[in-house]
């Protein structure tokens, strides 16, 4: 079976949506900072963001491993154990980031927002879904399900800015 990393490399369609409005980019893996985790375990950047946030791989292994994302403003959370599971939350709820309670109504009032600039939002979601081989979550199945991850295993993905050893901030707090 091919990685998802692959089919979204190969698929211009998939690729396209992911970068907007999932603002998510296999080309801009490398982190503006020099960081590790305080766990020492390995820590590897392979997409970003249009703001200079970087999406790593935790630890050994593939597209299983968890997943810390980093913006470029010291903030940092587990969104997600596996690329399918993160990707699930790019395509139901692009907007995670603008979340601050993570309710069904304020992804409801973001949704609206983001549907009055792509009204076909919901087509283009499920047709790479569908491309993905994912089976997609609700919008808010997919924002407890990375809060969960945030405040549970994330407590264990602590990010460090190297040069100085201050730890990132969380950013999803309880």
Do not use: K
């Not at 990707?87 to 601050?100: E, H």
């Not at 994330?154 to 190297?162: A, K, M, Q, S, W």
């Amino acid at each position: 079976m091919q990685s998802l990393i692959a089919t979204i490399r190969e698929q211009a369609d998939v690729a396209r949506f992911l970068d907007w409005p999932g603002d998510f980019d296999l080309d801009r893996g490398d982190h503006v900072e020099e960081v590790h985790l305080s766990s020492g375990a390995a820590l590897e950047g392979f997409a970003g963001d249009g703001s200079g946030g970087t999406y790593f791989f935790c630890g050994e292994g593939g597209e299983e491993r968890p997943i810390l994302y980093a913006d470029s403003e010291g903030g940092a959370a587990l969104l997600a154990i596996g690329l399918p599971e993160l990707l699930s939350l790019l395509l139901v709820a692009p907007w995670w980031r603008d979340c601050d309670e993570f309710t069904a109504e304020e992804s409801r009032e973001l949704a609206a927002e983001y549907l009055e600039d792509i009204p076909d939002l919901a087509a283009q979601r499920d047709r790479a879904a569908a491309t993905l081989g994912l089976t997609l979550p609700t919008e808010v199945d997919a924002l407890t399900r990375m809060r969960e991850v945030a405040l549970g295993a994330g407590e264990d993905f602590v990010l460090i800015y190297t040069p100085e050893g201050n730890r990132y901030e969380s950013l999803i707090t309880a």
